[in-house]
């Protein structure tokens, strides 16, 4: 290990060393709520910092194992923003239900080493290692509120299919390292590459390996018919955590799809190409209809976010030409950044809402909020319509740019383009439901007013503005993201 | 005319969102306020649009005042806006229907004021944005821009049923929209593929020129055709998608409805005109029969339907879809007389059903029912309110001299041109259309004053002169292009001529069978 190698995982190593005096603080001043929290975003930005310093620098560490490239900088980055955004919306909600506040930023700030680990890892062990660290923490935060029996149950459900897809994943990864004699990503693709130029013999392994590592993949994205357990995972865990769990593993996920199917398994996409397509039509469309049936809105976002897996694996299939891959991935990656942005800001309203004890996630919690917390209604809808995608949110330049590339690759994908506008339609009923209860329904109850504190607000505008800001001016964030997927596929 | 530079277009349609940003600052508890500086931005506007009719150059074939400003320059899209008379005419129809719709709710509108006036002059600027625009990524934007504001101004201000009504409106207009925008992609990338490059793909000027020499793949032009004309019709409304039309203007507040009768249907017209048929002639030609047919349809069916209606403003909802029916048959039969009669007939449609929805308001706010039935003998009580209703009765009837007769009277002219069988068939309507608006008129204000409108005693009283404001620039309009359309004629001759140019280059395409 050299120094050269130090500098480059440095951001990784500050992430760690966040989490670590997060934990110190609290060892010292236990129970107090502000200073870890002052210590975790301070150890963010420490953290966004060396990230950027890094990636000023692009190169290999680690004889080729980890990686520091556009993308590895564009997804650290927005890894530490989606805990940012958590860190702002979590502690009202926490302090009302007397959770700690220091184990729940130490636990995000290492779920997000883990993520950032496989932004950067060239090498399929190390992929999974950085995948194990990032799902580890969120069985914990899923059961956080260890109190409350369905936050357990959820939990629980969450560890035993997150365990089990685990697994089937590392069978996959075994299989392509026993039939390609490397883990490294580079040289796992030149193998494959030489099978299907026919230079090496293709193995039935292969396919299973294939199938495999999809199915693991799949259950951690939360794809159709891989998604049972997000549902109940999300409904039961504390808000601030769903709306954590419904982004960074998510988005975590897609970084290790990048780095594994684009990147070791790029050769082989023809073969799988054609099940993303199917997974992609049966992910939205499953996810949108059964959301349409949901009273509570905390589940119809843990739906909608299956939809979303979605319409991201519409540019995961627009692989057909190098221009239309190419586009694919930069709207998947954009996708990435606007659903994170726009579906942490429609479960801070929630969190907020609930700031009180007591207080559901169920759909009449909603009604006639547009008189009791106007400001609140209206951020809700802006999110909630960015969720739709209607310009000019960053939510419709996401997705119209997805279908854009599934236009382009045209054939079977071209399809894909009008099945996802037509689940567009179907999401917009059940997003313009919670609007109709804040705006055209009269509240229930006695009114009381709520609370909001001042880091909550901040997070809310700072999510409101990214949502609209990426919608209106889409140019800068695309020029990040066509260099991030410039540098997967070169 | 120079304007010196000044970004007049931008101007006009960014002024109410300034406007609606002010309205948002007033504290909600100054009703007067809210009311008065909605009314101040709406007029302001209006007064700006009116450069743009002075601005423009009638003959010309290209667009005036064109303002251009890269916007995602990967993809070429550009903010780019500018006018023709076409545009010019319906933008200024906008800002005179938006001023007197806000000031046509100062009375009826008490709750939430600053909401509805922040989603009013939203929704001005969607719609001033779909008619100047000339890049196909804008237009899609400003085109959903248009639906929020108009979502909440039915579901929050609306009728008993309003919820249903309000997301029947958005599901359609999503339906229709959202493929639209799959074809907008398409086309662009078809345009991307054959110049190699994406600068100006989502350019009108470019898309249009492109199509008049080269010509979009038959597939995609079928494709993006057929996209393109669901979003449309599903705004017109054409026959069978106007469903949505008579819940959401029933249940609309009143100035919903005008805006909703005046405006939006217009959008979907507009769109043909602009989009549809320019950049895709071939299959404009392929499908222009049984468009027609479905013109016919509507034509007929809304008047037969309107006839039996019980409801005042259901009444007048089918009503629409039987005039807008004429609007579609007027662009689908490619004649100059057709065409500037479907654009004359968009503009008085404009006027005429808008001032009728302003009269059903008024007579709604006393009575607080919409029933024919329930009326009767209503001119004894309120003479001034039937004469003017009166005037807008005949003027939708048709009547020579008013300017509801000269947009039917040239597509008609066109229709006989096309096939003497389309203009038969559209003249009977004229006939129906005569008998449900008297037939109605004669319940609603002769004979003996009826039970209900007895019991409701010194309520029933005759129109306020703050209600005739509304109407009278209305009115004045409907008799001077009555009298002269010329007006409108010269405007909008450059944008006809140039459409039809466009048009006559293309020519019917050889479907696959299975499309038959």
Redesign the interface.
């Known amino acids: 290990m050299s120094n050269q190698d130090l500098a480059t995982v440095a951001p990784l190593i500050a992430a760690i060393l966040a989490a670590t005096a997060v934990i110190v603080v609290d060892l010292i001043r236990p129970g107090m709520r502000t200073p870890p929290l002052i210590v975790a975003l301070a150890g963010l930005a420490i953290v966004a910092g060396a990230t950027l310093l890094t990636g000023a620098n692009p190169g290999d560490a680690f004889g080729g194992a980890y990686r520091v490239d556009a993308l590895t900088t564009f997804l650290d980055l927005l890894f530490v923003a989606i805990i940012a955004f958590t860190l702002l919306f979590a502690p009202d909600y926490l302090a009302a239900r007397e959770l700690p506040m220091a184990e729940f930023a130490a636990v995000l700030i290492f779920a997000m080493s883990g993520a950032m680990l496989i932004s950067a890892s060239m090498d399929l062990l190390v992929l999974f290692l950085g995948l194990e660290l990032m799902v580890l923490p969120g069985y914990l935060l899923a059961g956080f509120a260890k109190r409350d029996a369905l936050s357990t149950e959820g939990a629980i459900k969450y560890f035993l299919l997150g365990s089990f897809s685990s697994a089937i994943f590392l069978f996959g990864l075994a299989f392509i390292w026993g039939l390609t004699g490397s883990t490294r990503v580079e040289a796992v693709a030149g193998s494959l590459a030489g099978i299907v130029a026919g230079t090496a013999p293709l193995s039935p392994g292969l396919a299973m390996g294939l199938a495999f590592l999809t199915t693991g993949v799949a259950f951690k994205i939360a794809a159709v018919p891989f998604h049972y357990w997000t549902p109940d995972a999300y409904q039961g865990s504390p808000t601030p955590v769903t709306g954590y769990l419904s982004v960074g593993p998510k988005v975590g996920a897609f970084a290790l799809i990048l780095r594994l199917f684009v990147g070791a398994l790029g050769p082989l996409h023809d073969d799988w190409v054609v099940v993303v397509v199917v997974l992609a039509t049966i992910t939205m469309t499953l996810g949108n209809f059964v959301a349409i049936t949901q009273d509570n809105v905390k589940r119809m976002l843990a739906y909608s976010s299956i939809a979303h897996t979605g319409y991201m694996l519409v540019g995961l299939a627009a692989w057909a030409s190098p221009n239309s891959q190419i586009h694919g991935l930069e709207g998947l990656l954009y996708y990435g950044a606007a659903y994170s942005f726009m579906n942490l800001g429609a479960f801070a309203v929630v969190t907020a809402l609930q700031r009180r004890r007591g207080v559901t996630s169920g759909i009449d919690t909603f009604a006639g909020l547009a008189r009791l917390e106007p400001g609140l209604a209206i951020l809700m809808t802006l999110f909630l319509l960015s969720l739709t995608g209607i310009p000019p949110t960053a939510g419709f330049f996401a997705k119209a740019y997805v279908i854009l590339a599934a236009v382009e690759a045209g054939g079977p994908t071209a399809l894909l383009a009008v099945i996802a506008v037509l689940n567009a339609a179907v999401a917009a009923f059940y997003y313009l439901r919670v609007v109709v209860y804040m705006f055209m329904r009269d509240p229930k109850g006695e009114p009381v007013p709520l609370e909001k504190s001042p880091i909550l607000q901040v997070g809310l505008a700072a999510a409101a503005v990214l949502t609209i800001v990426l919608g209106l001016f889409p140019g800068p964030l695309l020029e990040v993201v066509a260099g991030a997927a410039k540098a997967l596929v070169s | 005319m120079d304007l010196g530079g000044v970004p007049i277009i931008s101007a006009v349609t960014f002024a109410p969102l300034v406007g609606a940003l002010i309205v948002a600052a007033i504290p909600r508890e100054n009703t007067p306020a809210i009311r008065w500086a909605a009314l101040g931005t709406a007029l302001v506007t209006f007064v700006l649009s009116l450069f743009l009719l002075v601005g423009v150059d009638p003959g010309a074939s290209g667009f005036s005042l064109v303002e251009q400003v890269d ?5 070429g899209v550009q903010y780019k806006v500018g006018v023709d008379g076409l545009s010019a005419v319906l933008v200024v129809l906008t800002t005179t229907l938006t001023w007197i719709s806000i000031l046509a709710s100062f009375g009826p509108i008490r709750e ?1 004021v600053k ?1 509805y006036m922040v989603s009013f002059l939203i929704l001005e600027v969607g719609l001033v944005g779909v008619f100047v625009a000339l890049d196909l ?1 804008l237009f ?2 400003f085109w ?2 248009v ?2 504001p108009m ?2 101004i039915i ?2 201000w609306g009728g008993s049923n ?2 249903y009504a ?2 029947k409106f ?2 359609y207009t ?2 229709g929209s ?2 639209m ?2 074809a907008i ?2 086309t ?2 078809s345009y991307q593929s054959a110049m190699g490059t994406w600068a100006h793909a989502f350019d009108f000027e470019y898309l249009r020129s492109f199509a008049g020499t080269i010509g979009f793949a038959s597939g995609l032009q079928v494709f993006a055709f057929l996209a393109f004309f669901l979003a449309f019709a599903i705004k017109v409304p054409m026959f069978p998608f106007h469903t949505w039309l008579p819940d959401a203007h029933v249940e609309a507040p009143t100035a919903g409805s005008v805006i909703l009768a005046a405006i939006m249907l217009k959008l979907g017209a507009y769109g043909f005109i602009r989009f549809a048929l320019p950049l895709f002639p071939d299959a404009a030609h392929t499908f222009a029969v049984p468009i027609i047919v479905l013109s016919l349809v509507a034509i007929i069916y809304g008047a037969i339907v309107a006839l039996v209606q019980p409801d005042l403003k259901k009444l007048i909802a089918y009503s629409s879809v039987s005039h807008m029916g004429f609007v579609t048959l007027g662009i689908f039969i490619f004649q100059p007389q057709g065409l500037q009669g479907a654009i004359l007939q968009m503009v008085n449609h404009g006027l005429i059903t808008g001032a009728l929805f302003l009269l059903v308001g008024v007579v709604y706010e006393r009575t607080h029912d919409r029933t024919i039935a329930k009326m009767g003998g209503l001119s004894l009580r309120t003479p001034v309110y039937a004469a003017a209703f009166g005037f807008f009765v005949f003027a939708s009837a048709g009547l020579p001299g008013l300017s509801g007769f000269v947009g039917e009277f040239l597509v008609l002219v066109g229709a006989f041109a096309a096939s003497p069988w389309y203009a038969a068939i559209a003249t009977v309507c004229m006939i129906l259309a005569a008998g449900y608006l008297l037939w109605m008129f004669q319940r609603i204000f002769t004979g003996e004053l009826s039970e209900f409108l007895t019991g409701l005693g010194s309520h029933l009283t005759d129109i306020r002169p703050v209600e005739l404001v509304t109407l009278v620039p209305l009115g004045t309009l409907v008799v001077v292009f009555g009298l002269f359309p010329g007006l409108v004629l010269t405007l909008i001759q450059g944008s006809v001529d140039t459409t039809l140019a466009s048009v006559a280059a293309g020519h019917g395409l050889a479907l696959q069978p299975w499309m038959h």
């Open positions: 916007w995602i320059p990967a993809f939430r909401e990524f899609y934007v959903e821009v639906l929020v979502y909440l579901g929050i309003r919820i309000t997301i958005v599901l999503l339906v959202l493929l925008l799959v992609l398409a662009a990338y």
